[in-house]
């Protein structure tokens, strides 16, 4: 290992020398000591030479500027500089910071010509006359920054290479579902694992957010339009769930005429598949909570299998194929 370290670097030196001595005095001349670039990491490399870090910048399309901590040999390739960034360039003792153009292109050897696309790397073998080399997937390139996704909070560890990740929040007036995290997979796409609800119409409790849909449905049909919204038909826990989405729900809307939707709301439990025994739409578990109605469950006719939270906020099963609202639960995280 030190034989190889000390011939690279040796190889090194005496291209440097002979080839561009006077082409790397701009990029020395032009660092900036006790800075680093926030916020526009592609990717990171521990027990990096400072040329190995400028040299990767350059084989590397979309980098344009590289930050180096000289106390732990740490390259850090950027693709934002300061000048055309809307990041930060705290002060940052130990830390180096340069820029791409400063440096000969020559430094990155055979990839100095290559075609590579900007999310992309040319890979080669450094320091040698080798003249192969081959374009590698480099990044999942950076996220799209419009819509309700909110990503001027990331962590300092965040980077947009692949198998990194970044995180990600809402902007204000949207509900963040999921971990808020978008992981670089590596096939170069991100995986987002999160979304950005609306807050209009939704309210939370707890963890969880629920709405109201204004819309006569039957059972089923309700289930599947709250299916499509990645959440579920609302499922009570406790009689202060219970409570909550009566309160929310179905008391505010009390003083209307009930003649259209009877003043009652379909949520998620059923005894469809088995006479009896009610279970909840999502994942099938037994419901505990209870708050049938003085009369209910009677199972009238023989043909009520699906659960309505009537006027008074206590349940009764009714025919699944009966029209009225319904509210939608989904958990956040
Ligand atoms: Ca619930
Ligand atoms: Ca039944
Ligand atoms: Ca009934």
Redesign the pocket.
Known sequence: MWMFQTSKALWLLINLIVQCSSNLHPGFSRLEHGHRLDGSVINSFPEFSFLDCVTECLVTPRCVSVNYFKGANFCELNYEKKETANIKFPESPGWVYSEKDHWPKELAGVCSNSNCSLHEKCAHKKYTKDEHFKCVISDCGIPDRTGNLDLSQTRREDAIGIHRRIHASCSEGYYLIGSGRLTCQSNGEWKYDILCEDEDGWKKYGQRIYRLVTEIETWNSAKIYCESKDAYLVEIDSLDENTWVFENFIVPNLPDDCSIWGCTVWIGGNDRENEGHFVWSRDGNPITFKKWNSR???N?NGN?DCIEMRHDGSW???QCDHLTLFVCEKDIN
């Open positions: 209910n469950p009677d009238y009520e009764n099963d009714r």
